[in-house]
Nanobody, 121 residues
């Protein structure tokens, strides 16, 4: 069982940067794949970025080159650095975790409560 708590959301302007953090409980954090998802009103949830236990990374095409996912296993945290933000990045961002088996795009088992990110034009 893993519990996840996101922080760092907020209201920013187009072109600004924001850093989201996900703090996880559990002694086996380093064995988990961690992902960031987002869901905008009226849209389906989207996998934004993910990082494996071996530090392999996945990014959605829409954020490649602008977002960076990283993890600190000593602190049980995963961060999402978001640069050059656009209004279309506005969404609730949630972190998720699962045992690191298979591709990073596979379904995730544990979820945080989500953090709102709003980008004004």
């Amino acid at each position: 069982q893993v519990q996840l708590v996101e922080s760092g959301g907020g209201l920013v302007r187009t072109g600004d940067s924001l850093r989201l953090s996900c703090a996880a409980s559990g002694r086996t954090f380093s064995s988990y794949a961690i992902a960031w998802f987002r869901q905008a009103p009226g849209k389906e949830r989207e996998l934004v970025a993910a990082i494996s236990s071996a530090f392999n990374r996945y990014y959605a095409d829409s954020v490649t080159g602008r977002f960076t996912i990283s993890r600190d296993n000593a602190k049980n945290t995963v961060s999402l650095q978001m640069n050059s933000l656009k209004p279309e990045d506005t969404a609730v961002y949630s972190c998720a975790a699962r045992l690191d088996i298979g591709p990073l795009t596979r379904p995730y088992a544990f979820w945080g409560q989500g953090a709102q990110v709003t980008v004004s034009s």
